[in-house]
């Protein structure tokens, strides 16, 4: 049978990323590759949002929809790119009949780069026989790679949003796919399938959720993203001992995930309100704010190790001026540019940005150790960070 001319592209449209990422040292397991060229994509996405070139006269990204409607080239050649596609902001389900440009908004929902997808699975170790649950369905695409692996038999896949869920549903259904699939909170896994050999996580949790470790058979791994209100993040493995006891490694790279809205950052109000706070006795930053704000993966590693010294605070730029606020005790801080170096004040219970200068001291004199030489270590709600050369570093109670 002769395949349409759509669908003949398509296909030749995902060998090519295959190979690609075969090339590039994504796609090491052979088995790994098949599944990536076996996927349609691009029925898991009928509608997305690119970014335009340029931003808007506020300085907000346009994000333009594509769809097979409005430019079907376009949309089937980004389907099999190895980009991210956005599929919801704000929680906002699109119409993707008609759907309108965005300025600015948060992603809510995506279908992840293909050689993130495939890289967290193998970072979980996830092979033949093993029963997983993955938590953040999305668009369905990651769980029908994984049911291309493993067999739907084998996958159990969660999302909080019914009509993500709904949608992943249809797509998988259609391609033949039929794991299982149910509307729930990540938080919490999903008992009725438990025990797992596996969970990875494609959102990201401020801190170990317990009932993941309590699922998982002792030996089995967990693969998750850490995240918090400082927006920095780390990815972690960990094996599971039992009775809420796991330890485990963090991963290297600058990955990062959208948070589970269960632990989402609250709204903080009117930076300038926080500012009128803070004393009015300024003294030098021992730190530049850019140590945890600029472009490098070591600022994005330092962002996630200073915010377990401040896991209640947020931050924010107005102009040149940096404010922290914690909206848990009413302290805040600012940082302002003064003649090439930076002045803090503060206010509140917590002196946020000595606390935060504190564990980029103690990084320092540690000869600035990389995120592979930091372990995990979760004792049911607690849990630490640790390195041989550090203070220990505590998550949020979850």
């Keep these: 049978m002769t395949m349409p001319a759509d669908e003949t592209e398509a296909v030749r449209l995902r060998k090519a990323m295959a ?27 009928p509608g997305f949002y690119l970014p335009a070139e340029e931003h808007d006269g506020q300085g907000l990204t346009v994000w333009e929809p594509v769809t097979a409607q409005l430019d079907h080239g376009r949309w089937l050649a980004a389907a099999h790119s190895d980009i991210t596609l956005v599929t919801q902001f704000d929680g906002d389900e699109p119409n993707w009949k008609h759907p309108a440009t965005r300025h600015g908004g948060a992603p809510t929902s995506s279908s992840t780069l293909p050689s993130l997808v495939v890289r967290m699975w193998s970072d979980a170790e996830v092979t033949e ?19 291309a692996r493993l067999g739907s038999a084998d996958v159990t896949s969660i999302e909080v949003d019914p009509h993500r869920l709904d949608h992943a549903a249809s797509a998988l259904h259609g391609c033949g796919y039929t794991p299982t699939l149910a509307v729930a909170d990540g938080l919490y896994g999903y008992w009725p399938e438990a025990s797992f050999d596996r969970i990875v ?34 990815r972690v493995l960990l094996t599971v001992a039992g ?23 609250p709204a903080f109000g009117n930076p300038a309100h926080w500012a009128a706070e803070v004393v009015e006795k300024a003294r030098p930053a021992r730190h530049s704010p850019g140590r945890i704000t600029a472009a490098t993966e070591e600022a994005f590693h330092l962002r996630f190790l200073a915010q377990t010294a401040v896991p209640d605070v947020q931050m924010t730029t107005v102009g040149e001026v940096v404010h922290l606020i914690d909206v848990v005790t009413g302290s805040a801080a600012t940082l302002t540019p003064d003649d090439g170096a930076w002045a803090v004040r503060e206010g509140g219970s917590v002196h946020v940005w000595e606390r935060i200068e504190h564990v980029l001291d103690a990084y ?33 109670r979850p």
């Design 129 to 147: 026989g093993h029963t997983v649950l993955e938590i953040g369905t999305g668009t369905g695409y990651s769980t029908a790679l994984a049911c």
């Design 19 to 45: 190979k690609a990422l075969t090339e590039e040292g994504v796609l090491a397991d052979p088995a790994w590759q098949r599944a990536v060229e076996q996927v349609p994509r691009h029925r898991f996405v």
């Design 364 to 396: 320092d004199a540690a000869g600035r150790p990389g995120p592979e030489t930091f372990r995990l270590h979760v004792h049911g709600r607690e849990q630490h960070v640790r390195h041989p050369q550090l203070p220990s570093l505590p998550l949020p």
């Design 201 to 234: 996580a494609t959102c990201s949790f401020r801190a170990v959720p317990p009932a993941l470790v309590a699922q998982v058979r002792p030996g089995g791994k967990v693969l998750l993203t850490l995240s918090g209100w400082l927006y920095g993040y780390a």
């Design 243 to 265: 009775s809420g006891i796991a330890e485990g490694r963090m991963l290297g790279g600058t990955v990062s995930f959208m948070t589970a809205r269960t632990h989402a950052a």
